[in-house]
């Protein structure tokens, strides 16, 4: 089955740096790459997502790039903040079986 | 409700019996999805609902789970003769259509003792 790779899985960062995390999936037909944030004990929330007729996409501190010739998306955080730390997950549409396929998540630490 | 409705939120059951979990997706939403989530680890896809078509069942683990969706709208999600391993949170997500974002039910927390 078609599956993705998310690195790295723990990443801790002191407030106000940056946080990248990078996935890499196997759909080469996939056009659609949400990223989803989830607090401990908590749904996991839509933070941003990405169609692939674009390479970029931003919101504020948060923005996405895609580069589907590699099949590499990527999230990037600005200006870090306490509130920031929790587990993200990326995403693709499995165009064969039209749900999400997650990466394995990425567990972000904001140190004050 | 404004939001994806799971029920019950925890439900603990000894090994054997049989469980079934409902979810309630956002008003309009034509698209029911059912993934499930081991401690510490990602989503994995059980199951998806297109309207009234019918369903893609090719992440069920076994031929002990199944699901339906009454009406195009609320789902349940049974799990027959439950072993340990069935021991997770099942969330639902629900999507306008297709290939559209998925919002996120609070889950059902599964203990099989």
């Known amino acids: 089955g078609e599956n993705v790779e998310q690195h790295p899985s723990t990443l801790s960062v002191q407030e106000g740096d940056s946080a990248v995390i990078k996935c890499t999936y196997s759909?080469?037909?996939?056009?659609?790459f949400p990223w989803y944030k989830q607090e401990l004990g908590k749904r996991p929330q839509l933070i941003i997502d990405i169609r692939s007729n674009v390479g970029e996409k931003k919101d504020q501190r948060i923005a996405v790039t895609l580069n589907k010739t590699a099949k590499h998306f990527s999230l990037h955080i600005t200006e870090t903040q306490p509130e920031d730390s929790a587990v993200y997950f990326c995403?693709?549409?499995?165009?064969?079986?039209?749900?999400?396929?997650f990466g394995s998540g990425t567990r972000l630490q904001v140190q004050p | 409700g404004a939001g994806v409705s799971q029920s019950p939120s925890n439900k603990v059951t000894e090994k054997g019996k049989d469980v079934e979990l409902r979810c309630d997706p956002i008003?309009?939403?034509?698209?029911l999805y059912w993934y499930r989530q081991s401690l510490g680890q990602g989503l994995e896809f059980l199951i998806y609902?297109?309207?009234?078509?019918?369903?893609?069942k090719s992440g069920l683990p076994s031929d002990r789970f199944s699901a339906e969706r009454t009406g195009g709208s609320v789902s349940t999600l049974t799990i027959q003769r439950t072993q340990q391993e069935d021991s997770a949170v099942y969330l639902c997500?629900?999507?306008?259509?297709?290939?559209?974002?998925?919002?996120f039910g609070d889950g059902t927390r599964l203990s099989i003792l």
């Open positions: 609902f297109q309207g009234n078509s019918a369903p893609d």
């Open positions: 995403a693709f549409m499995d165009t064969g079986r039209r749900a999400l396929t």
């Open positions: 008003s309009g939403h034509t698209a």
């Open positions: 997500a629900s999507s306008l259509d297709a290939n559209q974002p998925q919002h």
């Open positions: 759909d080469s037909a996939s056009n659609y």
